[in-house]
């Protein structure tokens, strides 16, 4: 399927609202716009996977508590959140996925954790409090309203709370032709540097970059 610019122009971004987007790349499976204001380059919704088809492709993923190389894995989100909050600090873990290993983390750590993920633990009742930290670990690739929900998570933190997220980074164009992280049919929504540079100008919050994919946004 192609879209014409006249419905490019009229494609509003997701994470910005702006009506100002262009067409970033296509491949045999689906087109990318990009937004010419924050930067953020996201899946029209035209080819988005119905939510029977995502929460499938989610059941394939296994994500054991137990598993020394998740945890591995889940310690670049850990371990530099763990060094910024105060000993007994609450959290969230959302979007915690089948098996809440972050939250669990933390829970061993000593910091009192709810946890939220709309396929496999939607308790909407934690959305209603305030933490001093909140993750949100390879979701935000998959938000269909990314602006909605990350401003949503902010509210939820205290004064000078963090929210931490997880989510691999668009280089360039031409990087992103052969970025693997575009195969995954549930992600839809990709970030770059000068995106949560913008985002964080927006909300007011410090950003830091930590490793590849790791970046916490810090209320002022």
């Not at 716009?33 to 899946?43: A, I």
């Not at 989610?58 to 054991?64: A, R, S």
């Not at 850990?78 to 910024?84: F, H, I, L, M, N």
């Not at 105060?86 to 809440?100: I, K, N, R, T, V």
Request: glycine fraction near 6%; include cysteine.
């Amino acid at each position: 399927m192609n879209f014409c610019s006249s419905y490019m122009s009229d494609l509003c971004c997701p994470l910005c609202g702006c009506s100002h987007t262009d067409s970033w790349h296509q491949d045999k499976h689906r087109e990318y716009v990009k937004c010419r204001e924050c930067e953020l380059v996201f899946v029209p919704p035209a080819w988005h996977l119905s939510p029977e088809d995502e929460k499938s492709y989610y059941d394939l993923h296994n994500n054991n508590i137990d598993d020394p190389g998740y945890r591995t894995f889940l310690n670049r989100m850990y371990q530099p959140v763990a060094e910024r909050i105060d000993s007994g600090a609450c959290g969230l873990d959302f979007g915690c996925g089948p098996g809440p290993a972050l939250a669990t983390m933390f829970m061993e750590a000593g910091h009192p954790m709810a946890i939220f993920d709309l396929y496999f633990a939607n308790n909407p009742e934690v959305l209603e409090k305030r933490y001093d930290f909140v993750t949100c670990t390879e979701v935000a690739e998959h938000l269909v309203q990314p602006g909605e929900v990350l401003a949503q998570l902010l509210d939820l933190l205290k004064p000078k709370g963090i929210l931490g997220i997880m989510t691999k980074q668009v280089k360039n164009q031409e990087a992103f032709k052969n970025w693997h992280y575009t195969r995954d049919p549930t992600h839809i929504t990709f970030f770059s540097r000068s995106t949560f540079e913008w985002f964080a100008r927006q909300n007011n919050c410090r950003v830091e970059f930590i490793g590849a994919d790791v970046i916490l946004l810090t209320r002022r």
